[in-house]
């Protein structure tokens, strides 16, 4: 079962190029999210969707952009990536809303930008 | 608004060995608790979660943890770890189904040979 899918797995940029995260996901999930992992500080959610054409914002989503035009995509955008950027990305499904249910997490992406 | 804390960022423990995870929590609402693992390089998988009922909550692997709504407190326990376990753990809480699900910084588990 494939659950959830991140492209790509690695990906270095340079400061100010564009690129988008790929998140996909066959499970029928309405809920989705994006975050992102630094040491010492966990997790820490970006942006997330309750279901198709519903997106919100998390705690950190300056310079990061999202859309949900399906059930099954959340595709994640840096616009213009900065250093700070640098990080590893998880995106995750759950069933309805994720705050009592399981959320199934995929590989994450490394993304460094130099 | 909700925060979790770990205190511990590294854990060592000698196989065989018990083991507790300590997690507490600021809220002031009724919660709901999560513990995820991380195993190196892999994506975050969940090992249980209370929701209601009985605060003592098993979970996958062996592990188990208890609320304690007095202390805030979600502490995950293993009475004999194995090398297998060594990965990060994280704590994680939410509000209401649908409300943010809020992470804590981890905690690494290193079970020493």
Known sequence: NAGV?????????KTGQSM????????????????????GMGLRLIHYSVGAGITDQGEVPNGYNVSRS???????????????????????????????????????????VV | AQSVTQLDSQVPVFEEAPVELRCNYSSSVSVYLFWYVQYPNQGLQLLLKYL????????INGFE??????????????????????AEYFCAVSVTSYDK?????????????
């Open chain 1, 5 to 13: 899918t991140q492209t790509p797995k690695f990906q270095v940029l």
């Open chain 1, 20 to 39: 988008t995260l790929q998140c996909a996901q066959d499970m029928n999930h309405e809920y989705m999210s994006w975050y992102r992992q630094d040491p």
């Open chain 1, 70 to 112: 399906t059930t099954e995509d959340f595709p994640l955008r840096l616009l213009s990536a900065a250093p700070s950027q640098t990080s590893v990305y998880f995106c995750a499904a759950s069933e309805k809303g994720a705050g009592n249910t399981e959320a199934f997490f995929g590989q994450g992406t490394r993304l460094t």
């Open chain 2, 52 to 59: 209601s009922g009985s605060t003592l909550v098993k979970g």
């Open chain 2, 65 to 86: 943890a208890e609320f304690n709504k007095s202390q805030t407190s979600f502490h995950l326990r293993k009475p004999s770890v194995h090398i297998s376990d060594t």
């Open chain 2, 101 to 113: 699900v809020i992470f804590g910084p981890g905690t690494s588990l290193s079970v020493i040979p």
